[in-house]
């Protein structure tokens, strides 16, 4: 698998994690120091995972709705052997607690960093949702 094609498959990964709360394969994917800037930090930088993870910790409800995420337009961008960036629009699709389906578009920036053999998760910048 060329190099372009394992990080858009580890960033589709990725998302699919996300969307379905696992914690335990997140962090697996991710580098200990793992920094962002996202609309949840209010435009503050923030590092490691323990900023992450408590989202992940929120309590659910039998009624949280199903989201999937569909990455449109990705591009990878090499940087060496051992950096690269992956931008793309994350199209996330839902259900509202009232049963009706809706989408939002966010663009992403993920940089990966290829450490001891393997890609880690080292950064992201990600847009607040728009409709």
Same mark, same amino acid.
């Given at each position: 698998?060329?190099?372009?094609?394992?990080?858009?498959?580890?960033?589709?990964?990725?998302?699919? $994690?996300?969307?379905?709360?696992?914690?335990?394969?997140?962090?697996?994917?991710?580098?200990?120091?793992?920094?962002?800037?996202?609309?949840?930090?209010?435009?503050?930088?923030?590092?490691?995972?323990?900023?992450?993870?408590?989202?992940?910790?929120?309590?659910?409800?039998?009624?949280?709705?199903?989201?999937?995420?569909?990455?449109?337009?990705?591009? $990878?961008?090499?940087?060496?052997?051992?950096?690269? $960036?992956?931008?793309?629009?994350? $199209?996330?699709?839902?259900?509202?607690?009232?049963?009706?389906?809706?989408?939002?578009?966010?663009?992403?920036?993920?940089?990966?960093?290829?450490?001891?053999?393997?890609?880690?998760?080292?950064?992201?910048?990600?847009?607040?949702?728009?409709?």
């Amino acid at each position: 698998m060329s190099g372009e094609s394992e990080l858009l498959a580890l960033s589709k990964q990725l998302l699919s $994690v996300i969307d379905a709360g696992n914690w335990a394969e997140y962090a697996k994917l991710c580098d200990e120091g793992l920094s962002c800037f996202e609309p949840e930090a209010l435009g503050q930088l923030v590092e490691g995972l323990p900023f992450h993870k408590f989202y992940f910790d929120m309590p659910g409800s039998p009624t949280k709705p199903a989201k999937q995420s569909t990455m449109a337009s990705p591009k $990878v961008r090499m940087m060496g052997d051992s950096a690269a $960036v992956v931008t793309y629009v994350r $199209v996330v699709q839902k259900i509202l607690g009232d049963g009706s389906p809706t989408c939002v578009a966010i663009e992403e920036t993920r940089v990966w960093e290829k450490k001891d053999g393997r890609w880690l998760h080292v950064h992201f910048h990600r847009s607040a949702p728009g409709k």
